[in-house]
């Protein structure tokens, strides 16, 4: 998210010290977050542990992929690092798990038998559809229509909340963490009233 900031104040000033910061942060956190053999990041990485356990949970790499697409959609051609992180993005994409048409992404990506997760599928979509995604290549210009079908597949709640949402992650150390975060709205409340999908 800091990314993020850095890159929306380089394209309202202009300063390349912006960009700069930018493309700095996006290059450390890969350097000790992003497995190259998997093609993703791992949920979180804490300076001064030894161990830094690796799951791959769904809306961390949501968020790392749409970081990538935007910054991109806004440094300059002519930037010295453009290179490298339009290489983190390919490998990035290539690590990503295929959709099924109408089905959302695991709650830990390489584990398919972790519960399905909506608002990763949802960012995934998002970020695939950004101006930039041809840096990588432009066959990806049709891979967020499974992700987009599969988050519309989901309910909504009365209270306009999307079904298959985790409530949220804190920094797990073993799969059962990840397997057993609570969706929102939880079923165990039975006030919640959900409508059927949105059409396709």
Not at 41 to 67: C, D, I, S, Y
Not at 97 to 108: W, Y
Request: proline residues 7%; positive net charge; contains cysteine.
């Amino acid at each position: 998210m800091s990314v993020l900031r850095s890159r929306r104040w380089g394209s309202l000033t202009g300063e390349r010290r912006y960009y700069d910061d930018a493309v700095k942060q996006v290059l450390q956190f890969s350097r000790r977050m992003f497995n190259r053999g998997q093609g993703l990041f791992m949920h979180g990485w804490v300076q001064g542990w030894k161990v830094h356990p690796e799951f791959a949970g769904p809306r961390a790499n949501g968020w790392a992929l749409m970081t990538l697409v935007e910054l991109l959609d806004v440094l300059p051609d002519d930037h010295p690092d453009r290179a490298a992180v339009v290489d983190l993005l390919r490998a990035h994409v290539a690590g990503w798990p295929r959709a099924s048409p109408g089905r959302a992404l695991a709650q830990l990506l390489d584990r398919e038998d972790s519960y399905l997760e909506t608002s990763a599928t949802a960012i995934y979509a998002y970020a695939m559809a950004g101006r930039s995604i041809g840096a990588g290549s432009t066959r990806w210009r049709t891979a967020p229509r499974p992700y987009w079908r599969g988050t519309r597949s989901r309910r909504r709640s009365t209270r306009g909340q999307v079904e298959g949402t985790c409530v949220g992650n804190g920094h797990g150390f073993e799969p059962a963490f990840y397997y057993h975060r609570p969706t929102s709205p939880s079923p165990r409340t039975g006030t919640d009233r959900f409508s059927s999908p949105a059409p396709r």
